[in-house]
C-alpha cells in the first residue's frame, strides 16, 4: 500500500504591499491519488482582506483520506507608506 502526500500546486508566491491594500492571491490546487480531505489555511485569513504591517507567515495545508499532508508557504510583507 503506497501513500502518496498531496501535491499542491498554484502556490502562491511572497506578496509585498502597503498598509490599506487588499492583498489577494490564488488558493492554490490540491491533488492526490486517494482524494483531498481537506485543505485548509493557517492562519485563517480570507483572500482580500486586510492584513497589518509586519511580516506575515501563511501557509496553506492539504491532507489526504489517508492522513497525508503536503504545505505550502508564503510571506507577506505590508510596509508602512
Same mark, same amino acid.
Given at each position: 500500500m503506497?501513500?502518496?502526500p498531496p501535491k499542491l500546486s498554484h502556490c502562491p508566491t511572497d506578496i509585498v504591499a502597503v498598509v490599506g491594500? *487588499?492583498?489577494s492571491w490564488t488558493v492554490p490546487k490540491a491533488t492526490d491519488n486517494v482524494g483531498i480531505r481537506d485543505l485548509w489555511m493557517e492562519?485563517?485569513?480570507s483572500d482580500?482582506? *486586510?492584513i497589518g504591517p509586519g511580516e506575515?507567515?501563511?501557509r496553506y495545508v492539504?491532507?489526504?483520506?489517508h492522513g497525508n499532508k503536503a504545505e505550502s508557504q508564503f510571506l507577506v510583507s505590508v510596509k508602512s507608506s
Open positions: 503506497h501513500h502518496h491594500e *487588499r492583498i492562519p485563517r485569513v482580500g482582506s *486586510r506575515h507567515l501563511f492539504a491532507e489526504d483520506w
